[in-house]
Structure formats: C-alpha cells, structure tokens
C-alpha cells in the first residue's frame, strides 16, 4: 500500500511502533487534536485499515450462520458489528459491517484482511456469495458527528452511502451490558465513510486532520474495545464487554456459541477489561503489553496487561487493561514500565461477577433430609 498523502500535511508524525502504522499519529498536538473531532471539525486518515466485501444473495444468512451477531434482517443502510470466533469462543476477527442491499461490506482490521478472506472462501462452500479485499479502492476516514460532512466524497453502492456508524452507543437488540451506571460510551458517536483512494489528497490538503492518537484517546474514553489492541489469543467477548454491541444471545447456533452461551448465564469470563487512571507525575506512559501489578502476600505479581495506553485531553493518562476477575475492585494496581511502577486507580468496566445470569436453581444435595 503507497504512503499516506496525510503524511505531506505540516507536522504529520507516525510514532514508532504505532498500532496504526502507516497513517499519521498526530500532527504536533494530540490534545487539541481530540477538540477538534469532538467538535465534529477534525476527520482521522484510516487508510491503513482493511475493507472486504460480501457480495451475493445468501451473503447476510451465511454471515449470521458464522459470526455472532443477529444479520438476517440488517436493511440497507443499517451498521452492525459482529464477531468472528474459534470453536472454544475466543476472539479470532471482528468487523464492522454495513449492508447496502446487494453487498455486505465489512471494515476490518489490516491484519485481518487476508486470513479472514482465506477462512470466508473455505467457508462459502455452495453459497452464492463472493468475497472481495476493496483495500486497494477504498481508504476509510473516521469522524465524530451527529450527520455525515457534506463536503466529504463518501463512496455509495445502490444509493446508500458508504458509512458505518459505530454502535457501541447503546446496547444492541440481544445484546448485554456488563459495565454498571452511567456508560461513557453513549455519547460515543463514531462513524468511518469510505472514500475512493484517489480522493485521499484533496482530503489531506482541504481538511482538518487529526492523527490516529487523538482517535483513540476518545476510544479509551468510551471504553470502546478493537480487535488489533484488546484482543489476544484467549480473550472472549465477555471480558471485554463485547456482548453489549457485537453479540446477539438468542440467536441460532454459530461457531463459539456455546462458551458464549455457558459463560454468560452460567460462568463468569476468567478475566475483565477495566480503564485505568495513572500518575502522569513522571510523563511515564506505559506501552501496550506493560505488566499490571497487584499486592499478594507482601509482594508485586502481575494480574494483567496494557491494552491501549493514551493521554486523554480532559482524563489526563488514561489506559484500557484486561486484568483477572479476582482482582478485586478496590485493590491497589501498579503498572511495571520497563522498571518503572506507575501507580494506578482502577475503574471496573466489566465486574468480578459479570456472568452467571441463569437463575438456576440449586438442586438438593444427594441423601440430604429435607426438614419440615
């Protein structure tokens, strides 16, 4: 994929190591750049992320039959999100999908591009679906806004314009919340258009950027999980609070559904996404993979990890962690940068006892005496 014409705008700068490698990090101040997309004036250059497209009659049965979202009545125009995951349950992709009437078109992650296309072909069997990796035509260019810029060159299919709207604002139809209270993702209004690739320079030179930090300082914010910085090889969704946009419980039977099933309304997820508040005292911020600290018999163990660490414009430093649902909700966390203990004050997204919302019964133990 060519370079980025967001990078010849002034001060673009990609950090090494970013999640987002190929587009710029920021522009010289992340800060003012978060004001800028909560104000709805600022777009964020997401080139180098994935789009694949399902074409086909059978294509929204077929995904639902395979994924974990509720898709056999998604009307064109509607976004969704669903998840796609191995026999035990666990995370393996995850995508946005948006449906115009004829295609189901899907915003992944890069890395997830080819092994999802390679898996959704073995997939297809008889089915008349086609599978197609639109990367190379379409970049994808995320915002903050209640309605979609009028000048920005948003891509159609079938006159519906390609934009997916995140729809982590509210819990979907079959979904479930674990986080309690007031949720900070309500006021998450997010949404990602498709543009034509050769339209990417007139955006660079005509429009207020802000680099892919800023972004995803506000999705910390909004305690928002993504599959390239939450997700590791043992994470299923109810650790991160995935049932509440990305799963439909009731729905027929898919790969993974029964750990979903047995965990939710029998079991607990063995670990928990929380927002961590850290001391920016020593402008230390901890890199994704840092150890999570807590006290156990007068000594340090880890009990989690970074996932996405950020400075936020009003929270300060602020990160996302998936750490053990032992870890009980009051204790005292540290985060191990290379050396360095960072404090930190937990704030619980998902609960020690998220799960288990079956009202099973207890059945009497064998030759118990039942009293009068």
Known sequence: MTSSPFFSVDGAVQLPDAVDAGVPSHYGSPNIEQRHLVAGSAIVDLSNRGVLSVAGPDRLTWLNSITSAELRFVQPGESS??????????????????????????FVEQASVEPLAAWLNRMKFMLRVEITDRTPEFARIGFLAETVPADLPVASAQNIPLVWSDPWRTVGAGGHQYAAGEH???????????VPRDALATLSA????????AAEALRVAAWRPR?????????????????????????GCYRGQETVAKVHNLGHPPRR???????????????????VQGERAGEQVDVGRITTA????????????????????????????DGQLIAAAQQVIVPADAGAVADVPRLPRLGAVRRP
């Open 81 to 106: 999100e669903t998840l796609f995951l191995d026999p035990h349950g666990h995370v393996e992709h995850a995508a946005g999908l948006l449906d115009d009437g004829d295609t189901a078109w899907l």
């Open 184 to 194: 900070p993702g309500a006021s998450w209004n997010w949404h990602e258009a498709l």
């Open 206 to 213: 005509t429009r207020q950027p802000a680099g892919s930090l």
């Open 227 to 251: 599959f390239a910085t939450e997700v590791d090889e043992k994470t299923i969704p109810h650790e991160l609070d995935w049932l509440r946009s990305a799963v439909h419980l009731s729905k």
């Open 273 to 291: 996404l929380v927002m961590l508040h850290l001391d920016g005292s020593d402008s230390v911020l901890p890199a994704t993979g840092a150890p």
């Open 310 to 337: 950020v400075i936020h414009h009003e929270l300060g430093p602020i990160a996302l962690a998936v750490i053990k649902r032992s870890v009980k909700a009051d204790a005292v966390l540290t985060v191990n940068e």
